[in-house]
């Protein structure tokens, strides 16, 4: 499974948590340090440019160290278990720094993770004489599907993730392609039913507090599978395919259900956002935004009414036009929206942060004081302290 520690990942969220109510003014500083110091973090997890500044020098001291093997072992770079053991050897230090040094999205990681993977697959690919035979299609699908989808599981990465999922949908793509007669004639109306599926499966398991440390990872897998779905339906795409089928296409032959195409083309990015405003889902809108131009460009491509430049500057103009008049609206909440930006979601939403204050306000209570007042009995003769050294 998560190769990071989940205790330390669940207190990770707990201080951003902490650090969001601290600003919103609802704690102090005392208790967000002493609730963070009960709860603490060991992950090393350098700021922004820390981190791409050592993913820069983790890709340069790879490449040397590769470089200096290729050298000592030039009979082998034509093998491909050359550059599959070169990816053993980085997933190794990777695995070192992650569970002895506790690197955590601190540039270190991430560049060992992307070229262990960049090496697995040219490892992989070349195996196969070329890339141009159907099985090695389904078979190079396949095999990143696969290993991306561990990385994803092992170090839920983001774009780990995200070629899981694109990988997902190619290998569905070219095995109902290739293994099935016209199968590309049924593929847009295929791809799409998947991507509707695995959308759905996406969103559901987001809310699911067993998968809170792949929220991320969902949240792409929903965005690439939004994408498919809207571009297994979109007009250039289908009949880009239909081109495939007849070698004589000419890319503005008409295709079957071209009207209904053309509607999904058009009508679904204002789907996306109809669902997303009733939903109050950021996913939805922000990419039916993004599929708008997407939908112009599309419809600019077959009808030449004005020039690309112009086409998109009216688009753009529009959208920019529509936000800002919803900002104004909504600068006042009303029904339950508001332009605000949102905290994010996670685990710490369903606990009750106020406790754990609580908690530790009175963790430390002070033991009662001795009582020092004198006390009854010790008399020599049964009285209440009634001796002769009274």
Same mark, same amino acid.
């Given at each position: ?129 070329? #890339? ?7 078979? +190079?699908?396949?095999?990143?599907? $696969? &290993?991306?989808? @561990?990385? /994803? !599981? ?120 109809? #669902? ?7 996913? +939805?809108?922000?990419?039916?935004? $993004? &599929?708008?131009? @997407?939908? /112009? !460009? ?93």
């Amino acid at each position: 499974m998560i190769a990071y520690n989940k205790i330390w990942l669940a207190n990770l969220r707990l201080h951003k948590q902490l650090e969001k109510d601290q600003k919103g003014g609802f704690i102090n500083s005392d208790e967000v340090n002493a609730i963070k110091k009960k709860y603490p973090v060991g992950f090393y997890t350098p700021g922004l440019f820390a981190r791409v500044g050592l993913f820069i020098v983790t890709c340069i001291v790879i490449s040397f160290a590769d470089g200096l093997i290729a050298l000592m072992a030039e009979h082998l770079i034509s093998s491909a278990a050359f550059p599959i053991f070169l990816g053993v050897a980085s997933y190794a230090v990777l695995e070192f720094m992650v569970n002895v040094n506790h690197h955590y999205k601190s540039g270190v990681d991430d560049a060992l993770l992307f070229i262990s993977g960049c090496l697995f697959f040219f490892g992989f690919m070349m195996l196969f004489d070329s #890339f141009e035979g159907e099985s090695n299609h389904i078979a +190079l699908t396949g095999f990143t599907f $696969l &290993l991306s989808l @561990a990385f /994803a !599981i092992r170090f839920a990465d983001m774009l780990m993730s995200a070629i899981c999922y694109a990988f997902f949908f190619l290998f569905i793509f070219f095995c109902w392609t290739r293994g099935i007669p016209y199968g590309l004639l049924s593929a847009p109306f295929v791809m799409m039913a998947v991507s509707a599926v695995v959308y759905r499966l996406s969103h559901i398991n987001r809310t699911k507090a067993t998968l809170t440390n792949y929220d991320n990872c969902l949240i792409v897998g929903s965005v690439v599978s939004l994408l498919v779905l809207y571009g297994a339906g979109n007009y250039y795409v289908v009949q880009t395919l239909s081109d495939q089928t007849n070698a004589a296409g000419t890319g503005n032959t008409a295709i079957p259900f071209g009207a209904f195409f053309w509607a999904w083309t058009i009508l679904v990015p204002f789907v996306y956002l109809a #669902f997303g405003i009733k939903r109050k889902d950021a996913v +939805l809108l922000r990419t039916g935004l $993004l &599929l708008i131009v @997407a939908a /112009a !460009i599309t419809f600019r491509n077959y009808y030449h009414i004005l020039p690309v430049d112009t086409t998109l500057t009216i688009v753009g103009a529009v959208i920019l036009g529509i936000v800002y008049a919803i900002m104004r609206y909504l600068k006042t909440p009303k029904h339950g929206f508001t332009y605000a930006e949102a905290d994010d979601k996670d685990l710490m939403d369903h606990l009750k942060v106020e406790s754990l204050i609580v908690a530790e306000t009175f963790a430390t209570a002070p033991s009662a004081p001795a009582n020092d007042a004198p006390k009854f009995g010790g008399g020599d003769f049964g009285g209440g302290g009634s001796s002769d050294t009274f």
